[in-house]
């Protein structure tokens, strides 16, 4: 993880936050418009029969989507997480917390991820750290929140583009090691550049049996941090990487438990990301607009919006559960076939 002096930390959790919000509209695709799924005019289901529960490897989600990881490690950011933890306590939906180094390194910030838990007693919580980070570093980070599942956050082109970040990228046996010290499930998390098959390949050998493809096309931590320097000199890295749909095709046949995120703004991106693979569904910066615009209380009416238009989506699809949709029929645009064929899969 990057080394500041720590109000540099916390600063650096408050520009994240607001240059998110800043770059919000100008987000590139996804990908989710070049799918197309496949309309059931006859579904011979009744709406009050869909079922929602998806099954994330060990994980039992009441809902297929969730607050993806986004802050904590400021006062400011700590208000954030309090807000969003109140909101994924009413609406029943998984939460992630922002990296939490920072509460470690200045303890002082510990209650701006405490606050997610206090919150919500009984939600389904994921910590987050770094990948660069000590295994006791990740077990405090899992027992700061009574977390249900870890996030380690693979975040090479944010290190590089940051001054102060890290040079240093040997993490596949810094991973293995956490699977091994940590008892909840460790997912190991893209930022919002997309996963390849040669990187899924790569963590299934070392063990690993969750990920993110976290994909390009929605928060873009490479505008981010370019807008953080002084020259942007790397600006043309705001095109680097995979769309969250590129991704996802990209594992369709690994063994890996697969969570999507990266420009998800409807309840279609969602159902598109499940039949293409995905068994839970991650939203960061749509929901940090939503409330940054409107406040907490338009959070959750958008969230239970959602809820109930899922069900119409599952219904118009023929698809009774979530695992149903898996099998459901989908069509590529020919940018997309283009991109499996070269990519041979
Ligand atoms: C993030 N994201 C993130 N991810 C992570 O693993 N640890 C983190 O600390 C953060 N911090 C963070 C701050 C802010 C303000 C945003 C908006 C996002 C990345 C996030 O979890 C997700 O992978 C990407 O943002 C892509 O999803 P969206 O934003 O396009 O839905």
């Known amino acids: 993880m990057a080394k500041t002096t720590p109000s540099a930390h916390a600063h650096r959790k408050d520009e994240h936050l607001a240059i998110a919000e800043k770059r919000f509209k100008t987000a590139a695709s996804a990908g989710f418009d070049q799918v197309r799924l496949i309309h059931r005019g006859l579904p011979e289901l009744d709406q009050n029969d869909i079922r929602m529960k998806s099954q994330f490897g060990d994980l039992s989600l009441d809902w297929p989507f969730y607050i993806e990881a986004m802050t904590g490690g400021s006062p400011r950011t700590g208000i954030i997480n309090e807000q969003l933890a109140r909101v994924a306590a009413a609406s029943g939906i998984a939460m992630a917390v922002g990296s939490q180094s920072i509460a470690i390194s200045e303890p002082e ?21 770094g990948a660069g980070v000590s295994v006791a570093v990740a077990q ?35 991973l293995t090691n956490l699977i ?16 390849s098959r040669e990187t899924a390949v790569q963590l299934e050998q070392s063990g690993i049996k969750y990920v ?12 981010i941090e ?20 590129e991704s996802l095709l990209e594992l369709q046949k690994t063994p890996l438990h697969v969570a999507a995120s990266g420009g998800v703004r409807t309840p279609l991106d969602v159902i598109k990301s499940l039949v ?15 409330l940054m615009t409107n406040g907490e209380t338009a959070l959750l009416a958008l969230i239970q919006q959602w809820q109930q238009d899922l ?12 695992a149903e949709l ?3 029929p989908y069509i590529l645009s020919s940018n997309l076939l283009s991109y499996r064929q070269q990519r041979q899969f």
């Open 326 to 328: 898996r099998q459901a």
């Open 180 to 195: 091994n010290a940590v008892d909840v499930p460790v997912i190991v998390k893209e930022v919002g550049f997309g996963m």
């Open 226 to 245: 370019n807008e953080r320097l002084v020259d942007h000199h790397l600006d043309y890295l705001s095109d680097w990487g995979q769309t969250t749909v």
């Open 276 to 290: 293409l693979g995905a068994d839970a569904v991650g939203v960061a910066g749509y929901f940090l607009h939503e």
């Open 212 to 223: 993110n493809i976290s994909g390009r096309g929605g928060t873009n931590f490479a505008q």
């Open 140 to 174: 405090q980070a899992v027992e700061m929140i009574q977390a249900n599942a870890l996030e380690v956050h693979i975040n090479s082109v944010q290190e590089l583009i940051m001054p102060e970040g890290d040079r240093n990228f040997h993490w596949l046996a810094r």
């Open 311 to 322: 069900r119409k989506l599952y219904l118009l699809a023929g698809c009774q559960t979530t």
């Open 109 to 129: 910030q510990l209650k701006t991820f405490k606050t997610v838990r206090e919150n919500n007693p009984n939600g389904v919580i994921f910590a987050n750290v």
